[in-house]
């Protein structure tokens, strides 16, 4: 009788504390705080040995239950096991998916359970995540006119977004230019004015598309072609020869700046460093000049052209197609992406414009660098110098000097190699040079859209 009891109150014992056992852990990664017409649920849960017995996830909207997901329905495709113990779901949960959506509150509700106690018992959870639904596209309308665009350069569209807490911006091809704030460019009252900067590359087909997009917090997309014209540009071509020389002094200097990339520096091996400098290591350089402009500010520093350098001689252009040789020999093919502009040595650099110093140091290919922001994504490129003199983070004024002209980085002699970049993609200097481009293409615009000066 007595081992009759206690085997009734272990039994009893281990059911109470399977009761207590906790459930699966159930994540709701996305969606955020709304579901619009596209939107897909990215779910995990977890259970020790991936053992579940239940998992049930539904979105409630007005007292109506639509299934979104069950494991042990025909509903369950959409999920992956990760890991032993882990099991994701990604299911559309969209006005798509689910055609009586509205717009307005839901809730998502998630169920899951576990087998404890050899599956007499099951440990269950759920978890519920409050949304609002927004089935309407974003409004988008272009204000301002007359956009000309260059081959290689860039231009300004003025337009209105609604409602305001879109994101926004021109995508051309496969490039987007973000929008920003119309106040940014001293636009006044309408807080959904936007302003963007965006350029047609040098190596884009002239047909590519460029339309304004915009995209709401739920995931809805508009998508408006933007009426312009485009110019075509001819690009020089070029043949540069490398000699041995050249690569002996450029080398060895290149790989003490940047160890990392462990160069060889033996004569018979500097024509393949130089192919890994002018290759790689450019390849880097650029992704370094995108990396940057996401620092740009959401303020436009200046109000006029930007200054050229003075009493400089041009020695290649933007875009100029390279092709290198080597003992006679065809080694590379790379696009110069800027100004070469030629002075004497030790000569001061100055600001082509007003901005914030983003880098000034060691830029590899471009030696030492210093790279300003102007704001909207714009930023101007002031590479192979012998000195810097300024420090990130630094205001400076156009027209204040910043260093002195060098032959650092893979330069053959002394020089300026200068460019304007937008959102880190180089774009052709000589229009920012050019105080009637900027009236016209820029100040117009903004002051037909109501810039306060």
Request: proline share 5%; aromatic share 6%.
């Given at each position: 009788?007595?081992?009759?009891?206690?085997?009734?109150?272990?039994?009893?014992?281990?059911?109470?504390?399977?009761?207590?056992?906790?459930?699966?852990?159930?994540?709701?990664?996305?969606?955020?705080?709304?579901?619009?017409?596209?939107?897909?649920?990215?779910?995990?849960?977890?259970?020790?040995?991936?053992?579940?017995?239940?998992?049930?996830?539904?979105?409630?909207?007005?007292?109506?239950?639509?299934?979104?997901?069950?494991?042990?329905?025909?509903?369950?495709?959409?999920?992956t096991q990760d890991s032993a113990e882990?099991?994701?779901?990604?299911?559309?949960?969209?006005?798509?998916?689910?055609?009586?959506?509205?717009?307005?509150?839901?809730?998502?509700?998630?169920?899951?359970?576990?087998?404890?106690?050899?599956?007499?018992?099951?440990a269950e959870s759920v978890v519920t995540?409050?949304?609002?639904?927004?089935?309407?596209?974003?409004?988008?309308?272009?204000?301002?006119?007359?956009?000309?665009?260059?081959?290689?350069?860039?231009?300004?569209?003025?337009?209105?977004?609604?409602?305001?807490?879109?994101?926004?911006?021109?995508?051309?091809?496969?490039?987007?230019?973000?929008?920003?704030?119309?106040?940014?460019?001293?636009?006044?009252?309408?807080?959904?004015?936007?302003?963007?900067?965006?350029?047609?590359?040098?190596?884009?087909?002239?047909?590519?598309?460029?339309?304004?997009?915009?995209?709401?917090?739920?995931?809805?997309?508009?998508?408006?072609?933007?009426?312009?014209?485009?110019?075509?540009?001819?690009?020089?071509?070029?043949?540069?020869?490398?000699?041995?020389?050249?690569?002996?002094?450029?080398?060895?200097?290149?790989?003490?700046?940047?160890?990392?990339?462990?160069?060889?520096?033996?004569?018979?091996?500097?024509?393949?460093?130089?192919?890994?400098?002018?290759?790689?290591?450019?390849?880097?350089?650029?992704?370094?000049?995108?990396?940057?402009?996401?620092?740009?500010?959401?303020?436009?520093?200046?109000?006029?052209?930007?200054?050229?350098?003075?009493?400089?001689?041009?020695?290649?252009?933007?875009?100029?197609?390279?092709?290198?040789?080597?003992?006679?020999?065809?080694?590379?093919?790379?696009?110069?992406?800027?100004?070469?502009?030629?002075?004497?040595?030790?000569?001061?650099?100055?600001?082509?414009?007003?901005?914030?110093?983003?880098?000034?140091?060691?830029?590899?290919?471009?030696?030492?660098?210093?790279?300003?922001?102007?704001?909207?994504?714009?930023?101007?490129?002031?590479?192979?110098?012998?000195?810097?003199?300024?420090?990130?983070?630094?205001?400076?004024?156009?027209?204040?000097?910043?260093?002195?002209?060098?032959?650092?980085?893979?330069?053959?002699?002394?020089?300026?190699?200068?460019?304007?970049?937008?959102?880190?993609?180089?774009?052709?200097?000589?229009?920012?040079?050019?105080?009637?481009?900027?009236?016209?293409?820029?100040?117009?615009?903004?002051?037909?859209?109501?810039?306060?000066?």
């Amino acid at each position: 009788m007595a081992v009759s009891i206690l085997a009734l109150l272990i039994v009893g014992v281990g059911w109470v504390s399977a009761g207590r056992a906790a459930g699966p852990d159930i994540r709701i990664r996305q969606p955020g705080d709304f579901i619009g017409q596209d939107t897909t649920l990215d779910l995990a849960v977890e259970a020790p040995d991936g053992l579940l017995s239940a998992l049930d996830v539904t979105v409630e909207q007005g007292g109506t239950s639509f299934p979104v997901y069950s494991l042990n329905a025909p509903l369950n495709e959409g999920a992956t096991q990760d890991s032993a113990e882990s099991l994701y779901v990604m299911r559309p949960i969209g006005r798509s998916a689910i055609a009586d959506l509205r717009t307005g509150d839901a809730r998502i509700v998630v169920r899951a359970a576990r087998p404890v106690l050899y599956g007499f018992r099951q440990a269950e959870s759920v978890v519920t995540k409050d949304v609002q639904v927004r089935l309407e596209s974003p409004q988008v309308t272009v204000l301002s006119t007359f956009h000309y665009v260059n081959h290689g350069g860039a231009e300004l569209v003025v337009y209105r977004v609604a409602p305001d807490d879109v994101t926004s911006g021109v995508r051309v091809g496969e490039q987007t230019y973000p929008g920003y704030p119309g106040s940014a460019a001293g636009l006044a009252g309408d807080a959904g004015v936007r302003v963007a900067f965006f350029a047609l590359l040098h190596d884009q087909d002239l047909a590519t598309p460029i339309e304004v997009v915009a995209e709401d917090p739920a995931g809805n997309t508009t998508a408006v072609p933007l009426d312009h014209r485009v110019f075509p540009k001819a690009f020089a071509r070029s043949r540069i020869t490398i000699d041995d020389r050249f690569l002996s002094r450029v080398i060895p200097a290149m790989a003490a700046a940047n160890p990392d990339l462990n160069l060889a520096t033996a004569p018979e091996a500097l024509a393949d460093s130089f192919l890994r400098v002018n290759r790689d290591l450019r390849r880097q350089n650029n992704q370094t000049l995108v990396e940057l402009a996401g620092r740009t500010a959401s303020e436009m520093f200046w109000r006029d052209a930007f200054q050229p350098l003075g009493n400089a001689s041009v020695e290649a252009g933007f875009a100029d197609y390279r092709t290198y040789l080597h003992d006679g020999e065809e080694i590379d093919q790379q696009v110069h992406l800027g100004f070469d502009l030629a002075v004497t040595a030790q000569v001061p650099i100055t600001a082509a414009q007003r901005g914030r110093v983003l880098h000034a140091g060691n830029l590899g290919i471009y030696g030492t660098a210093v790279v300003l922001d102007h704001g909207l994504g714009v930023q101007s490129l002031y590479a192979h110098l012998s000195s810097v003199e300024v420090a990130p983070d630094e205001l400076v004024d156009k027209g204040a000097v910043i260093g002195r002209s060098g032959m650092t980085g893979l330069a053959a002699g002394d020089h300026l190699h200068f460019t304007v970049l937008l959102q880190g993609q180089a774009v052709n200097p000589v229009e920012w040079w050019d105080p009637k481009w900027i009236q016209d293409r820029v100040l117009r615009k903004l002051d037909e859209a109501g810039r306060v000066r």
